[in-house]
């Protein structure tokens, strides 16, 4: 599942981010990704995990 956010770069980081929590946990996505691999700021990351988050609740939402 992909998630449509500002750029195809901001897309393809939360598709790699989302691949990379359900394989490996959390603690290692953010990890991997600070560590500059995806060219991105930590910063950046918190704020893609969070719009993300409330993607996710707004399928949970209407699921229910």
């Known amino acids: 599942m992909s998630y449509e956010i500002k750029t195809n770069q901001s897309i393809l980081m939360v598709?790699?981010?989302?691949f990379w929590t359900k394989l490996l946990g959390t603690t290692v996505a953010i990890k991997v990704a600070s560590e500059g691999l995806?060219?991105?700021?930590?910063?950046?990351?918190?704020e893609h995990?969070?719009?993300?988050?409330?993607v996710q609740?707004?399928?949970?939402?209407?699921?229910?």
Request: charged share 30%; proline share 0%; net charge negative.
């Open 38 to 46: 995806f060219e991105n700021t930590e910063g950046q990351l918190k």
């Open 49 to 54: 995990r969070n719009e993300q988050g409330q």
């Open 15 to 18: 598709e790699i981010v989302s």
């Open 57 to 64: 609740s707004l399928i949970r939402n209407e699921q229910a």
